[in-house]
């Protein structure tokens, strides 16, 4: 189905995951249809959709990467933006559910529709969801040319006193509510299912990066060879500290791997937060091309 978002025409596919729930993947196109440049395929985080992405004038960096000639698709995890159709209802969603069916279901599409290998670019979870695809299913690679992940980290958004009392509130509100509402919260455009947050809890209150059923999604990172570059903000102490960012590039195997802190200190406009970093004002003049000269360099 074709859409018109500002100059950029859109066409938006809906396919299932093997647990049979909908997700939706927007496709950029120009007038000459989709890029001729490798394609990536962008993820949003918790509490979000693809407008952190792309937004309803047509803007944003997947807009920005698909000016420059890239072929561009966003994702929606179950029940967010597009995809939703039930609301939070089904309780039992956990990461685990995006990592096992959403993630795989994705990529196969984007790469059966383009028969390439393609970029993830990711924010916050957006970004550790790939890593933790690669840990537990490390042949998925083959259908990857890189990872870039704006703010991502696991286990360390409790390490402050404000961490912890952060995570004990959004737990204790989606206990009571069976999900967590941050639309009505005013913290972003999706409200988020509570076994997401539990698990997310889990992990950075114990320090300890695991699935449901045990599997240490650390350990495994040793194993991806992907290209990577992990973007971190120099003012996001809260949901993305450095220390964490750091913990999981580090972890990982690949040798063709960068980390950039973009704060004031080493000469950025900003010391960017966990949103500003993708969306921020000075983003498109210094993040955006940084990303795009990384991505040409491994075309």
Known sequence: MKETLGENEVVVHHIKTADNARLTLTRIESANGPGKRG???????TFSNRTIWLNGRGRGMAAYLAAAGYDGWTLEVREHGESRRRGMEPRETSFDTWVNFDVPAAIDYVYQQTQRPLFWVGHSIGGVLIYAYLSRYPKAEEK???IVSFA???HHAGSSLKGRAMIYFTMAISRLLGYFPARRLRLGPED???GVL???AGWNLRRRWLSLDG???FSGLRRIQTPVLALVGGGDHLLAPESGCRALFEALGSRDKQIIKFSQANGHAEDYDHLSIVIGKSAPMEIW???ESWLAERE
Do not use: C, K, N, T
Not at 39 to 45: K, N, R, S, V, W
């Open 144 to 146: 990857l040319r890189g």
């Open 215 to 217: 599997y240490d999604y």
């Open 39 to 45: 394609p990536i395929l962008f993820a949003h985080g």
């Open 289 to 291: 091309p940084a990303v």
């Open 198 to 200: 539990a698990q997310w």
């Open 192 to 194: 988020e299912f509570r």
């Open 152 to 154: 991502s980290q696991a």
